[in-house]
Structures are given as structure tokens and as C-alpha cells.
């Protein structure tokens, strides 16, 4: 590796366990003696020059980064163009990089950044100035190919199988006079994964959830309300969980079918109202319905332990790769045995990695098209195994570190983002 | 206390903590060697004959309750009428009492369960048959008379206030460029208990609640949408905690107010919703918004440990009372001291109780109506105190109880409720 600093960015939509990247990366750079700079809200930060001195921060703020939710450096929803496109923005970067030393750049997020990273290798090398881009996995969505998993996920999964569980039991409880249907709605608009993991919630015939409704699947109301029909006649109730990513044959999600709000707008990000609708029309059962929301992603206290663990072990690895002199490469999760559980951290190519998108295999969902198979079951378990509390305060409440994030001056140019 | 079995039944909305309160009751008569039934599914399987033999369960079973959520013997929403409309249901319930010497009623719910032990205590003694009634506080609503809170309320408050600080930082590490308004939806149609709670997250100025609307405030959407905009333009994002109950200048519920569903139905359960349609119509900023329901009352994985040991506190103490001959009262929990908190379970007469509601105190709301006073924190806090984690299998998952609930064999004739 080139001497310099380190510079990390946070990408797109944070999550209960990024911030257990960016400790892997700090606390591991600190060993070997590197500095750390981070961008603040993401690749915008960068652009604009608007960094973070990690070196600023205590030793126990990093630590707690482990334990805290959300994008501690904040993180951003910004594409950058082609190179064709916009070069400006590339060349940019160099040129802070360049001001400030910067000869490793970690891009913490999905495929966009997968892409970003490995464009922004290439142009530094094409100007002349030797920067090693490494990606960073993270996503709730689980759709990085190559990586057997994406930190970040298995908290969701985690999360949303124990909602299912819980809920399950407060809905027996009352089916006889009040709630039989109760429809909970999760995160995911591509793929089905988070709405997979809720199948991990039962472990007897009879529990919830009763079905799950996958983005994969065209939704067909007529057999949705004949299963809804036949376990509240056989269970009592039934537990119903739904990916904001359904569609109907229209091709429509679900969210936008059906309800309008108060200006005549199609209400966005309500798949769970529409379908509780169609349950009270068309069968007359009283029902529930939840959208947990940001609730799901952000849930640190609920964090699985493998997933803090790979998360913190992807960061690690990233400064380990830049000190080897890797570029534009991402450490990815190897799963080695499946009972019991192993994995390990290898380095795969970027170019393998960026602008794909891993969709759940087809032997995952059940046949009759509501439920999850043997096969899924044995991926998503692991993920969601040991608890990894964060500290509470005396309070009741979790303790979550809010940083200091030092800004360091400027020496460039002010740059306006396109 | 005359010999014979106690009778215990769960009434209305299931908590994390309903089940702790059974445990108090089965573990305390155990120890004392009195029988306990449950009825299933509550009030109604005592008048149905539905009656449940605990002691058939097995010891570990019944400890696994207390940190087991939902209802374990069933509970259901059915309120006796007045004895002049429906004197046969009373009669019947003593009925069934004679048959299996049920000596003892413990009637585990809100202020509509402490009028009907109340009043089976009374007809009991008319119709010659001595029975004790003890109601049992449990509501998530906090809305009980006399005691100083609610076995329920607090673990629904912890919930609640971790959800804020966790997707608090959420948004704020994204707001730069995505969702700046996060609106997160709480239960208390007719109090503001739960919302005020909300405010417990926040611990620094500009942390997560910025606004809180109570039902206890008519909504006003030009000063709700001044307070977002400066809220957003002073911090960078603005986290709103909504009740359910609240209200509009028309006295309807907001939720009834904005969406319409696919058939033209006012969409139930979702103030949310239309605050957000409200935010983009008006404001244009990005949001999401969030409605938990089910979720935040039966989360026992994040239960307060206050609130665990005082529902296990009042199901033991309601047991003593009988065994003393107490009759017609309800174990209250009584605050000897805030600082450090502490309390104590006394008896109070269920006259006092019955048929009353506990609105939140005017002096718990901030003048700008948005936020909680001082005074609403001190009472508040030491409620959520404590974590109280359930046991977590291999898998990653709570390992809670679903109990055996053997049937007692019936010996009158079937009845079937108004």
C-alpha cells in the first residue's frame, strides 16, 4: 500500500450494523498506524470535500460504533454517472483525494457503490494518481452476488422474525373475539429475503407466519383470500407477511393499488392496508396491520451477533486488503460449513460484483408459492443466530454514541454536485 | 379465604407482561397450595365452562410465562352488561363456580374487568355463594384509577422510546438527501400515554421526538407543519411521534380523515399516513412513516424489567388478598419514593376503580403542545428501567411457552353468551 490516509464513505440506506463496519476499519487502521478520514453523508462528502478526521475521535466512541445504528459519518442516496457522463465528478475525486492525502478509498454499501468504487480506481489510475478502491458490503436487501451474505441483513431477518413470533402469540391470544388476520409488511423491494426470513418465526405446524407473500410472486388475490380463508377455519387466525415489492398482474406494486390519500395521491409504501382492505371486503375478518418501517433496520438492540460480527469483520478486512495492496476488490462472507455454522472473509473482484443483483433462488419459496422451503431455512438460520445487546443506560434505554466528527479544512475549490 | 380453586381469566388487549402476572398467580397459589383454573379466552370460557387445569402444567412451563408474551390461556373483548340487562350471564358465571368450587375470581384487565369482578362479587353474595373477586391490573394504555401505573404500560413505553432513538439516527445519517420527516405511528386511542413516552428517547437537544402529537390536543395542521419546517430547517430532519386518537378540529380521528382504501372505505389505523401525505402535499419534503401496532405490545424481547416484576407483583399480592379474604379489591402499584424509584403493591377497593379512566395530567404536556414536561420524565422514567431479556434459543429466536391448557370436563349444561 501507498502511504496516505484512508478515506471511508457510508452508502445508501444504513443499517443496524454498518456503523460495526466503519469500527472494523478505524480500530484495525489505528493498528497499523493509518489515519482515517470519512466523508460526511456519503460520496457527497467526498465530493465536496467535506471530511471527517477520524483520528479527532476517542478510542471509546470508535468502540461503541459497534453497538450503534444508523451512519454514523452520515451516508447519502447519490448515484454517480458513467464516466461518459460525468467525468467531472470522478476527476473531482481524485483531486480531493490528492489534496489530502488519500491512497485508500472505502466505499461502505451495495452494487451502486460496488460500481462506483471500482470506476473511481480505474480513473485514478488513468490520471495518474495510485488510489486502491476497495467496496465495503452492506446491505439489508442481501442482493450483493459473489458474497454469500451482506452485512446488515441477518439484523433484519433477525428483527423480523422475532415480530412474527410475538405478534403471533398476541393474535391467538385474542382470535376468538377480536383480531384473526394480521398482516405485517417488511422491507424489500426487489427480493424477497427479509420476507423469507420471517419464515425462520415458526417452528410447529399451526405458527405464525401462515403467509408470506413474496416480490417474486405475482399476487393473485383470489388465492391469497383462499388461504387466508382456510387457516383462520383450521389455526383460528392467520399471519400474513408482505414485501413492500409485491405486484399484482398488473404489474403495479400492491402499495400502489389501492389506498388514496387525503389529495387523491396513491399512497406510497402501504402494501399492508390494501391487502387488509381486500381481507375485510371480501371475508369480513376483523384484522391488524403493522409496517414497521426504518423500525426494522435500525432495531440495534435486536442485532444478530453473526451479523455484528461479519460486519465488523468486512471493515477489518478492507484496511487489511489496502495494506496488502489490493485494489478494487471487496471482502466477502465465505460460508465454509453450514452445521455448524462457519464462514471466513475472502477478497473477490469488484468487477464480479458491481451493478449485479442476487435474487432469491426460486427453490427458496415453497410451491404453493406462501411459505419458505428446507433449502432457505438452512441459509437464512445461521443468520440470525446469537444476540449482541448494546449497552444500556440506567435509563432504560440503549446507549448509542454520537460522534464528534471533526471536520478537517478545506484546500480546494468549492464543488457543486451535478 | 374460604377452601376451593381460584378462577383466573385475562381480559382485552394481551401485553408483553400479561403472562408474568399468570406466572405470580400459579407460582403464589402453588406455594399455597390452592388449585388454579384459567378460563380460555377469558370471561368467555368461564361462561362457557371453558375451563383450563394449570395444574397440569408443569412447573418450568409456568415460570417460562413471565417472559412470555400474549395472552397464554387466551384472552377476549367481551364486556358483561349491566346486571339489569344481562342478570343471567352473572348468575351463570356463579354457576359455574359452584361446580368446580371456585372460591376465588381473579379478573386480570382493564377498568371494564373491575367493574364486572366488582359486580360478580356482589351477585355472588345475593345469590348465597361466596365468592371473592380480586381484579388484576393489566393495560398498555395506562388509563387504571388509583394505582400509579399499569402492568403493561411500561414495556409498551420502552419499546416505543427505543424505536424513536433508534430511527432517529436513521434519518438523521440519511436526511441530506432522502427521507427527512419520519412519522411513527403509537396505540392510546384516548390517552396519550404511549406518545408521551416517545419523548423518553430523546436526551440532548435535536435529539429524536421533535414533535409528539396527543390525542389529548386537537390537531392543528398549520402549526404541526410550522413546527416540521423549522424543525427540518434547525436540525436537518424532524422525527414525529403521532397517537392513534388524535383528533382534528372535526372531532374525527385523523386516520379516519385522509385515505381511502381501494373500495372507498376510510383506511383504519393510520394517522401516519395522512401526516405524511400531509408533509408532502404541503411541505415537499421525502418521509416514511411507521405504524408498529401489534409490535410494540407484545415486544416482551425488549420488556422493562420494572414493568415484568410489577405485573408478576400484582398476579402474587391478588393471590395473598384472597387467601386473606379480601374481597372486591385490586392490587395498585403505590410509588413510595421517585429517586431512587420505588413501590409497593397495595390493596384498593375495585369501587374505586371500576368504570373510571386516568387521563395523562395536563401538566405532562409541553405549552407548545408537542413535547412532555419535566414533570411527565419523572413520572415516566422509571417505568422503562431495567431490561428483562428472554431466554434466546441456538437458533437466534426468544424460546417462549405455548402451554399444554388441559381441559377441565365439563358438568352443566351448555351456555351460550349474549
Not at 446491505?139 to 422475532?162: E, H, M
Not at 423491494?189 to 420471517?198: E, F, Q, V
Not at 399451526?206 to 388461504?227: C, K, Q, S
Request: aromatic fraction near 8%; glycine fraction near 10%.
Amino acid at each position: 500500500m501507498a502511504a496516505g490516509k484512508i478515506l471511508y464513505a457510508q452508502s445508501g440506506g444504513v443499517s443496524a450494523v454498518i456503523n460495526a463496519t466503519a469500527a472494523g476499519v478505524i480500530e484495525t487502521a489505528r493498528d497499523k498506524g493509518i489515519p482515517v478520514y470519512a466523508a460526511r453523508n456519503g460520496i457527497l462528502g467526498a465530493l465536496r470535500e467535506d471530511l471527517i478526521d477520524t483520528t479527532k475521535e476517542a478510542k471509546a466512541n470508535i468502540a461503541a460504533l459497534k453497538h450503534t445504528p444508523g451512519g454514523a459519518f452520515g451516508s447519502c442516496r447519490y448515484k454517480l454517472k458513467s464516466l461518459e457522463e460525468n467525468r467531472a465528478e470522478y476527476e473531482r475525486l481524485i483531486e480531493v483525494f490528492k489534496a489530502h492525502d488519500i491512497r485508500t478509498f472505502l466505499y461502505n454499501g451495495g452494487n451502486d457503490s460496488a460500481d462506483t468504487a471500482n470506476k473511481v480506481a480505474k480513473i485514478g489510475h488513468t490520471l495518474g494518481y495510485e488510489v486502491n478502491c476497495i467496496g465495503v458490503p452492506k446491505t439489508i436487501d442481501n442482493d450483493l452476488v459473489v458474497t454469500d451474505n451482506c452485512p446488515g441483513f441477518g439484523s433484519v431477518a433477525k428483527y423480523t422474525a422475532i415480530a412474527v413470533r410475538e405478534t403471533g402469540l398476541d393474535v391467538a391470544s385474542m382470535a376468538d373475539t377480536s383480531t384473526k388476520v394480521f398482516i405485517m409488511e417488511v422491507m424489500g423491494r426487489h427480493a424477497g429475503w427479509i420476507a423469507a426470513a420471517a419464515g425462520l418465526a415458526g417452528s410447529k405446524p399451526g405458527d405464525a407466519p401462515h403467509i408470506i407473500l413474496f416480490p417474486e410472486n405475482v399476487f393473485d388475490p383470489e388465492t391469497f383470500l383462499a388461504r387466508v380463508k382456510a387457516t383462520v377455519e383450521k389455526v383460528g387466525w392467520c399471519s400474513v407477511v408482505v414485501s413492500e415489492g409485491v405486484k399484482g398482474a398488473d404489474g403495479k406494486f400492491l402499495a400502489e393499488s389501492g389506498a388514496r390519500d387525503a389529495f387523491g395521491h396513491a399512497q406510497l409504501g402501504g402494501a399492508s392496508p390494501v391487502l387488509a382492505a381486500l381481507v375485510r371486503e371480501k371475508l369480513g375478518y376483523k384484522y391488524h396491520w403493522a409496517l414497521p418501517d426504518y423500525l426494522q433496520r435500525s432495531a440495534r438492540h435486536i442485532a444478530s451477533k453473526v451479523d455484528v460480527e461479519q460486519a465488523y469483520a468486512v471493515g477489518k478486512k478492507a484496511v487489511e486488503y489496502a495494506a496488502e495492496g489490493l485494489n478494487a476488490v471487496m471482502p466477502v462472507i465465505v460460508r465454509t460449513s453450514e452445521e455448524p455454522y462457519k464462514w471466513k472473509i475472502e477478497a473477490a473482484p469488484l468487477d464480479k460484483i458491481a451493478n449485479q443483483e442476487k435474487k432469491m433462488p426460486k427453490a427458496f419459496i415453497s410451491k404453493d408459492g406462501f411459505g419458505i422451503t428446507a433449502a432457505a431455512r438452512r441459509y437464512l438460520a445461521p443468520l440470525i443466530m446469537g444476540e449482541a445487546p448494546p449497552p444500556y443506560g440506567e435509563d432504560g434505554l440503549p446507549v448509542y454514541v454520537t460522534l464528534k466528527n471533526t471536520s478537517v479544512p478545506k484546500k480546494l475549490k468549492k464543488f457543486v454536485p451535478a
